[in-house]
């Protein structure tokens, strides 16, 4: 029971001190970390923020340092360091910074992650913004793990969303000023990628919590998209 409790409160910091550094650094949790947070689909330990503004590295490290450690938080350690991307990784968590200087359809706060009883206040981009970040991931990407995530956050955010495809259409277009038919072709080729390959979920380490198989996520973005 003390291990449990400890536990809690352990993530209780953790969670309240990414939802500080959203609010203060004027960041937003976006992508599979915030359709998880509504959909439960699959375990993830991946936090992705992003800004509108090119990232200031060097003040932007010192307000986080500042934060994780008055959230008695002091496991954690910045691995790489680029122009627009910093990573770093938290307890058990990977947090990405990210500049992102693209619309944002509507923002959110995450006010609580449901399965755990937490309360946040992280702020956040919406799941129709984060399901146009995953296609963009789901086209580009060459990972075939992050491939088959990015598939199943597609999936469970267009179903959480209640998103029709003429609806994510104008979304999509309205962020990137790209006419989302313009890369329906890639999508239809990258489903198509992952239902003719062997791999399997647990090959990839992949764990979905809704029960799903990859048949049906292959078939279910295949009626979708078509």
């Not at 990015?150 to 000023?177: R, V």
Request: aromatic letters at 14%; proline letters at 1%.
């Amino acid at each position: 029971m003390l291990n449990k409790e400890k536990n809690f409160f352990k993530e209780k910091n953790f969670f309240e001190a990414i939802g500080n550094i959203t609010q203060k650094l004027n960041l937003y949790a976006g992508g599979d970390f915030v359709i998880y947070t509504f959909s439960n689909h699959r375990r993830s330990e991946k936090i992705h923020l992003f800004s509108q503004e090119k990232l200031k590295k060097d003040s932007l490290k010192k307000l986080v340092c500042d934060i994780l450690r008055s959230s008695k938080i002091e496991n954690f350690e910045f691995l790489t360091d680029f122009t627009d991307l910093i990573h770093m990784k938290v307890e058990n968590f990977s947090i990405y910074f990210i500049y992102y200087p693209y619309r944002i359809y509507k923002e959110i706060d995450i006010v609580e992650i449901k399965d755990k009883k937490l309360k946040t206040g992280i702020k956040s981009f919406s799941v129709e913004d984060s399901i146009c970040v995953k296609i963009n991931v789901f086209v580009n990407s060459q990972d075939k793990r992050e491939i088959i995530e990015s598939a199943l956050d597609i999936l469970f955010g267009i179903e959480k969303a209640n998103l029709p495809k003429d609806e994510l259409a104008k979304i999509y277009e309205y962020k990137y000023s790209i006419t989302f038919y313009e890369i329906i072709n890639d999508i239809k080729e990258k489903i198509k990628e992952i239902s003719e390959n062997e791999i399997t979920f647990e090959n990839l380490g992949i764990e979905p919590i809704q029960k799903i198989t990859k048949k049906e996520l292959t078939y279910s973005l295949q009626r979708y998209f078509t």
